[in-house]
């Protein structure tokens, strides 16, 4: 297929940087290592085109993104040299207060509104917006949903914030015809996608579960402002629902973002506890230890949604397809557990 899928990225973070570089790479070698579905309903990475981005950080407003995406703090590694993107990162919207040392770091400036963005957005042809930005930002994620609405584009919610499981939300973008899926982005192999995965494998081999914890330590931004006590209850509480979808009955499930290590960059460390019983009730624990990157883990789940919204435009389908949100997001309009989502997933979009 020769369309071009136009993206905007709202929020040039860690995340942004890893996509941005994979996407590059695929053009210059014609394959890309670790990607998961080259080609995804005929579509593969030569049609996803990023073409505008916003930000609000003044080191990277009016840089361009090749540029943008390695400046602090983003800690990502450059994996190449993409060259000129002709991209300039343009300011973006910023409607709540951030976190004191997360403001500190960033900054904030002055901000657009959304009626600003929204004619940047049309004069684009932007399809897709990916919302990046860190999460608590109920205000601006909303108003970036908005801009994207009015502008004609289909949204991706990669915050907790409540916009895909907001039914008057996800009725407006059907009737526009366009696509909205979310919320929080839930990683290829990270935390939450890990814990689910260990606990449906346990179910499925007769244990019953009965406790675990997972404790989340890392570096970037994203965990900086999600170690903020208000954002830090949100998050749990979404990755706990999440989790909890797993098991047919109650269980004691802890999770959450404990502290931000400077020097791990954007890399996150979990740390899982499980016990449970066996025949007799025989005891079994689990001590768990992951390391992974967050940009790198966003990745291939953001090409994959981005292409499964190309294909659903196609065949008339607009909303908040459920197949996505449960695929690749912690808190969708309908929670399933992680294997039949993955199946549901490939059955509608790979076959």
């Known amino acids: 297929m020769s369309k071009k899928i136009k993206v905007a990225i709202i929020g040039v973070g860690n995340s942004a940087c890893i996509f941005v570089q994979g996407i590059a790479s695929y053009k210059k070698e014609g394959k890309l290592p670790g990607l998961w579905h080259p080609k995804l309903g005929g579509y593969n990475l030569d049609n996803i085109e990023v073409t505008e981005a916003f930000d609000i950080n003044p080191a990277k407003i009016g840089k361009d993104l090749s540029e943008a995406i390695f400046i602090e703090p983003n800690k990502s590694t450059k994996h190449l040299e993409i060259g000129n993107q002709g991209i300039s990162i343009r300011k973006g919207i910023m409607l709540d207060k951030l976190p004191g ?35 608590g930002l109920d205000k601006t994620s909303k108003a970036y949903a908005e801009a994207a609405l009015q502008a004609g584009c289909s949204f991706v919610n990669c915050t907790p914030s409540p916009i895909a499981c907001d039914p008057n939300i996800v009725s407006a973008f059907k009737k526009a015809e366009l696509l909205l899926v979310g919320d929080d982005l839930m ?99 689990m001590d768990l230890y992951l390391r992974t990157n967050d940009g790198a883990n966003a990745a291939n789940i953001l090409l ?48």
């Open 101 to 135: 040392k997360v403001a500190k770091l960033i900054g904030t400036g002055n901000s657009l509104s959304n009626d600003e963005i929204t004619p940047i957005l049309k004069k684009s042809g932007v399809d897709v917006v990916l919302n990046l930005i860190p999460s």
């Open 187 to 285: 990683s290829q192999f990270g935390g939450t996608a890990f814990h689910r995965g260990i606990l449906e494998y346990m179910l499925e081999r007769g244990i019953k579960a009965s406790k675990s914890y997972q404790l989340d330590v890392g570096g970037g931004v994203e965990t900086m402002n999600t170690i903020d006590e208000q954002n830090k209850g949100i998050k749990r509480s979404v990755k706990t629902s999440a989790i909890s979808v797993e098991a047919p009955y109650k269980m004691d499930i802890v999770t959450g973002t404990t502290e931000y290590v400077d020097f791990m960059g954007s890399d996150r460390t979990s740390y899982y506890w499980i016990t449970g019983k066996g025949f007799l009730e025989s005891p079994i624990r």
């Open 304 to 351: 994959d949604t981005i292409r499964s919204i190309q294909i659903n435009k196609e065949s008339g389908k607009y909303g908040a397809p459920n197949e996505i949100c449960a695929y690749g997001f912690k808190s969708p309009p309908k929670l399933i557990k992680i294997r039949e989502a993955q199946k549901i997933f490939s059955k509608t979009y790979l076959s």
